[in-house]
């Protein structure tokens, strides 16, 4: 008898990265795709239903982290193996990642045969991210560090971004900071390109993230 094909689960908000993902694994025997989400909501709800072998998933999400999505994922029993995609070398998330329990750390631009291999190897049970990670308190203690995208913020769009992360319009925020809401448009903007980021739900993440992890006051 043949093998079973590995059960595999794809979540990414990008539908074209998302569909090239599910396109390389169903051409491919011996995998199955058995779901996918565009957010850490759907992945969440969804994922648990599908046992699937392996969770392909990307580190940032429109509603949500992607290393606390690996958390969530690991809590249930039998828990997936974990592999976190990313578009770019973070290696405070890498270490957010391996503390959470992923099996592996890729960046997106991995070749589709190395993909297949550790998509193989992580569901075999083999864990592919390098476990100095979390035995070095140096570079732990360096993970943790102030972010320094927050650092390059102004006090000011510190506070409009803190509160963003608890779903206020820019009106609320206007009225709460004492504000014209043309200022506080502009703070909005300039934040999001202090950051990278191009959605006000990105900002939300962010936000929510680092103060999760003690790396921003969330007082205002």
């Known amino acids: 008898m043949p093998p079973a094909p590995i059960r595999v689960f794809v979540v990414d908000d990008h539908e074209i990265v998302r569909r090239g993902l599910v396109d390389l694994l169903e051409t491919e025997r011996g995998f199955t795709v058995v779901g996918e ?3 850490a909501r759907q992945a969440l709800a969804r994922i648990p239903a599908t046992a699937a072998d392996v969770v392909l998933l990307d580190v940032r999400l429109p509603d949500g982290n992607g290393v606390e999505v690996c958390r969530e994922l ?6 997936p193996a974990v592999l976190m995609l990313t578009s770019y070398s973070d290696r405070r998330a890498e270490i957010d990642a391996v503390v959470a329990g992923a099996a592996g750390y890729f960046l997106k631009d991995i070749h589709g045969e190395a993909l297949l291999t550790a998509i193989r ?5 083999e864990v592919l991210v390098d476990p100095s990670l979390v035995n070095d308190p140096q570079r732990l203690n360096w993970a943790h560090r102030p972010d ?3 650092l390059a913020l102004t006090p000011q769009e510190q506070r409009v971004l803190s509160h963003i992360g608890e779903g206020c319009t820019n009106r609320q925020i206007a009225r709460q900071m004492s ?3 043309r200022t506080v448009a502009h703070y909005v903007s300039s934040l999001l390109a202090k950051l990278g980021l191009e959605r006000r739900a990105q900002a939300a993440s962010y936000i929510t993230h680092l103060q999760d992890q003690g790396q921003a006051s969330s007082e205002q």
């Open 37 to 39: 989400a565009a957010s």
């Open 74 to 79: 690991l809590n249930d029993q039998p828990a």
């Open 121 to 125: 190897r992580v569901a075999a049970g």
């Open 148 to 150: 320094p995208g927050w």
């Open 179 to 181: 504000l014209s809401e």
